[in-house]
């Protein structure tokens, strides 16, 4: 047997070829790598920068809108909004501090910033100080002589800079995670090839990876199906945002809009009455005739004081309207906070702080829950079922004691808690209505607004989730809270 010299000679030249080019381009990817998380750590970093200076700007803001709205209508209402940002700004400015302060070399100049960021916040207080004590003049006087719109310009010109040049040098770590993946890449490849020719192995790694291209077409094609079922559902939520911003509109134009007429025509009717008491008070002598007297005895006990009543009803409903609208704009903004529950606990516990009422009037509560853990917002949950519950016995059938059911089946990923009664029932044109905002479905013989069933659905899309209803008019209703059993897997799929 002889060898082979020519075929020995160009393997032992292939064996240490491919060897040193195999070390090369493992070396050149270690390299590679290390840049690719030192780039990826520094956007990272300008990321939290800019969200930091975000949270700053939009904490002023917050602040401003609360001293304005206080100033403008005395309402304490507007100093919550004003006194929680007032009370995180001075941890957002650490916090931006300490995210700029972990950059090594960072571009962003804070000097300048701090300075009328806390002569801002004195403008603010004193001006506040100043109504509540009553002179609400002096307050206004301080907010028409614009410092505090200079300090506020000033103060968002600086974080605009600073959000800005993290802007700049997040998309310049991302040219370069971009062109060090392709290079990663590239050099992958290249080991590929030069795994190859070392090991010649040519019919079993062709096999292989013919086997690995049918189990990542197989994959595709399983990817393509999710991709596509995704695809439908968000272009689904895009078309279900798109008809709740429809809704919210014309709640804005016609909701609105209808006390805004009375409080403009019933000034209009106190601007009449006025000149009827103006004649009566500013004759200085001359004589008045009776239908004068009369006309303006009758304008002082009778239409200014219906004016005003009026106007003062009007405005009420305008304040209840936009509180309405800003407890749902917060439920969208609240950031939801998962924990391990037991179902069967929640519900019990809605169910107890009502049986009192249940009790009153005879009902009866049957709790169909196994065992059954959730991981999910404890707060919306709780609110979801308590809305529930107080629906099934506020709009309860006259005819016949209450039965209220709360069962749960999972399906998947999903639950469907379902709460049933046998109240009065829902007619069918009305089972998407009494989702929304302000509009009531039936007999108007509950107090309400229009807002509990509301506020349920804006609770069940924050939780990925959604709400449902079936009913019989005259035999009762089941409303079923579609939800993740998991709260974080939807989160993740929102953040994707």
């Not at 106007?311 to 749902?328: C, E």
């Amino acid at each position: 047997m002889t060898i082979n010299k020519p075929f020995v000679r160009n393997s032992l030249i292939m064996l240490f070829c491919g060897s040193a080019l195999l070390v090369s381009v493992v070396l050149s990817a270690i390299v590679l790598i290390a840049q690719t998380q030192k780039t990826f750590d520094r956007l990272v970093q300008e990321r939290t920068v800019r969200t930091r200076a975000s949270d700053l700007l939009r904490l002023l803001q917050d602040a401003e809108t609360g001293q304005r709205g206080y100033l403008l209508t005395l309402n304490p209402g507007f100093l919550k909004p004003y006194e929680d940002a007032v009370q995180q700004i001075g941890a957002a400015e650490k916090r931006l501090t300490a995210a700029v302060s972990d950059l090594n070399d960072h571009p962003h100049d804070m000097s300048g910033l701090y300075g009328p960021i806390d002569e801002k916040l004195r403008e603010l207080e004193s001006t506040v100080d100043l109504a509540q004590k009553g002179d609400l003049d002096a307050a206004r006087r301080t907010v028409s002589e614009g410092g505090g719109q200079e300090l506020m310009t000033q103060i968002r010109d600086r974080m605009q800079m600073i959000i800005g040049a993290s802007d700049a040098a997040i998309q310049a770590n991302v040219g370069k995670h971009a062109v060090f993946s392709d290079r990663l890449q590239f050099i992958i490849i290249a080991a590929f090839i030069a795994i190859l020719v070392v090991l010649g192995g040519a019919i079993y790694i062709i096999m292989r990876h013919v086997r690995s291209l049918t189990e990542a077409r197989r994959e595709l094609i399983t990817l393509n199906e999710e991709l596509e079922q995704r695809v439908a559902e968000r272009t689904q939520d895009v078309v279900r945002a798109n008809q709740e911003i429809q809704r919210y509109a014309y709640i804005v134009t016609h909701d609105l809009r209808a006390p805004l007429v009375n409080i403009m025509g019933f000034a209009s009717e106190l601007d009449m009455s006025l000149k009827d008491v103006s004649a009566y008070v500013l004759a200085d002598g001359v004589p008045l005739s009776q239908q004068q007297v009369l006309d303006a005895r009758t304008a002082v006990t009778e239409d200014m004081p219906e004016a005003l009543a009026f106007i003062r009803s009007s405005t009420s409903r305008m304040d209840g309207l936009i509180n309405a609208i800003l407890k749902i704009s917060r439920d969208g903004r609240r950031q939801l906070k998962p924990e391990t529950m037991d179902l069967r606990d929640i519900a019990s516990g809605c169910v107890a702080s009502q049986q009192h009422r249940i009790d009153e009037i005879g009902g009866e509560v049957n709790l169909a829950l196994p065992p059954f853990k959730l991981f999910s917002d404890r707060m919306s949950i709780e609110q979801i079922l308590a809305n529930l519950v107080d629906n099934a016995i506020k709009y309860r059938s006259p005819d016949r004691p209450l039965r209220l059911r709360i069962e749960a089946v999972r399906r998947g990923r999903l639950v469907d808690i379902i709460v049933e009664d046998n109240g009065r029932g829902i007619e069918p044109d009305d089972l998407e209505r009494v989702f929304e905002l302000f509009r009531r479905a039936g007999p108007q013989d509950q107090v309400g607004e229009g807002i509990g069933l509301a506020h349920v659905r804006s609770l069940a899309r924050n939780l990925g989730g959604e709400i449902d209803v079936r009913s019989v008019p005259g035999e009762g209703s089941a409303f079923i809270l579609t939800t993740p059993i998991d709260l974080t897997h939807a989160l993740r799929s929102l953040s994707a």
